[in-house]
């Protein structure tokens, strides 16, 4: 997680103030996305209130993108008046169907975020970038259903969504937090805190850890590792779209809140048309806890490799076993740990 990350209430997008000022016409209303931080990546709506995302160019930096219409987007660039006689190009996002809403917004946050984090790659290829990772949320494509390894994965996210996460800060501000499957470092990051989420189906408990810095605090900041242990039982009495309803009916009063989650799902590869194939994987519970990750902590992390990774050696996974990590652990339950995530969030 950059230390440039920007906090989930300045990005705040407030659609509602722009389609009570719709215009007429051709026309757009626009605003800042962020303005406390940005002053080049607006959101506009048009008479019909179709949102739009418009990404200034540089002067002098290439502008030249062919125009690129697919199932509920439309990209292009667009020469516009920017007030008293000036003219600035754009990359226009347009979302052509309501459902893709919650999927913009986080087009829109990752925009502004590496673009914060000073993207050096030009507008119109970064935005191109952002948007292929999103794309398929628009095309309508079966994704497949998941393997039991990635259901028991994305089970852990939920539950740490659902049963930790929004009784301490709320269904909103916790679906905010979510950002694994947007392809962040860590599951779940908010300016100086990231969360990794580690499930396990295997009986001896051992968690795999991918990678030298998968357990490496983010830069100026703190690192949780959250841990739920599972075992596949028919008798069980969790599942994934049990755990996906109730994080829908958690934020039923909250409509921005339920389409951010919807996107995330389908961004991590969850369709609902599988349903019925991911309810017969019946987990119980065994261990769940959340431990902070320290100097000390049972871990691999690039500096404990003396004279670096060897020539030729691309990859290097473990397994980590909790035993040792008693020491570590801050939270066996969600509501002891209440008080510290709320102190680490509301920072």
């Not at 502008?63 to 754009?90: C, P």
Request: net charge negative.
């Amino acid at each position: 997680m950059a230390t440039s990350l920007v906090s989930q209430s300045t990005l705040a997008l407030r659609w509602d103030l722009l389609e009570e000022q719709a215009p007429t016409g051709e026309r757009l209303t626009a605003r800042l996305a962020a303005p406390d931080v940005r002053d080049d990546v607006f959101i506009a709506v048009d008479a019909e209130c179709q949102r739009y995302v418009l990404v200034g160019v540089p002067q002098g930096e290439p502008h030249e993108l062919a125009e690129r219409t697919s199932k509920g987007i439309a990209v292009q660039t667009v020469d516009m008046n920017i007030g008293e006689g000036e003219r600035s190009f754009f990359v226009e996002v347009a979302c052509l169907e309501a459902q893709g809403h919650a999927a913009l917004d986080v087009v829109v946050r990752e925009l502004v975020q590496a673009l914060n984090a000073g993207a050096s790659i030009g507008r119109v290829r970064l935005v191109q970038n952002i948007l292929a990772k999103w794309r398929r949320f628009w095309s309508g494509v079966d994704q497949g259903v998941l393997s039991r390894e990635q259901q028991i994965g994305l089970f852990g996210e939920l539950w740490f969504l659902s049963r930790w996460l929004t009784p301490c800060v709320g269904p909103a501000r916790a679906t905010g937090l979510w950002r694994g499957p947007g392809g962040a470092r860590n599951d779940f990051e908010t300016p100086g805190l990231g969360i990794e989420v580690k499930t396990t189906g295997r009986q001896d408990a051992a968690y795999s850890i991918h990678g030298l810095e998968q357990l490496l605090e983010p830069s100026g900041g703190a690192l949780l590792l959250f841990c739920l242990a599972v075992r596949d039982e028919s008798s069980g009495v969790e599942s994934l779209p049990q755990l996906v309803a109730e994080l829908r009916e958690q934020r039923l009063q909250d409509f921005t809140a339920l389409s951010m989650l919807d996107s995330m799902l389908y961004a991590s590869g969850y369709d609902d048309q599988h349903s019925m194939e991911y309810a017969k994987l019946r987990l119980r519970v065994r261990s769940e806890g959340l431990y902070r990750v320290q100097p000390g902590f049972p871990r691999l992390v690039p500096a404990a490799i003396v004279d670096g990774v060897p020539p030729g050696v691309t990859t290097v996974n473990y397994e980590l076993h909790l035993d040792a990590a008693a020491p570590w652990l801050v939270a066996a339950a969600p509501s002891a740990a209440m008080l510290l995530l709320s102190d680490f969030i509301e920072r």
